[in-house]
Nanobody, 123 residues
């Protein structure tokens, strides 16, 4: 019902900024889009989420004040603006989505996933 395609990853230095994009296609009514990341040797973990209808955002503690999730309704795009990047932010970043139920931060609650984009932050 929804397809997701991420872009915008890359290699940056600590303190730099980067913007990830998630292009959505399909029905957006009732949609919540989240960003997750998976570092080498670690489980995939929640980063941020935004319900399409309310725009009520939520973040994991380690990115609060540095990352901002936003959406562009006209373009069907969701963005993750990442500032003051740290080496520990290095991971594959995934865009994910679910319909109805806006508050989940659990990977298993999101049935739709993009292919991921690599973000590498050098020290």
């Amino acid at each position: 019902q929804v397809q997701l395609v991420e872009s915008g990853g890359g290699l940056v230095q600590a303190g730099d900024s980067l913007r990830l994009s998630c292009a959505t296609s399909g029905r957006t009514f009732g949609l919540t889009v989240g960003w997750f990341r998976q570092a080498p040797g670690k489980e995939r973990a929640f980063v941020a989420r935004i319900p399409w209808s309310t725009g009520d955002t939520a973040y994991t503690d380690s990115v609060k004040g540095r990352f901002t999730i936003s959406r562009d309704n006209a373009k069907n795009m969701v963005y993750l603006h990442m500032n003051m990047l740290k080496p520990e932010d290095t991971a594959v970043y995934y865009c994910a989505a679910r319909y109805w139920g806006t508050n989940s931060t659990e990977t298993h609650d999101y049935p739709y996933w993009g292919q991921g984009t690599q973000v590498t932050v050098s020290s």
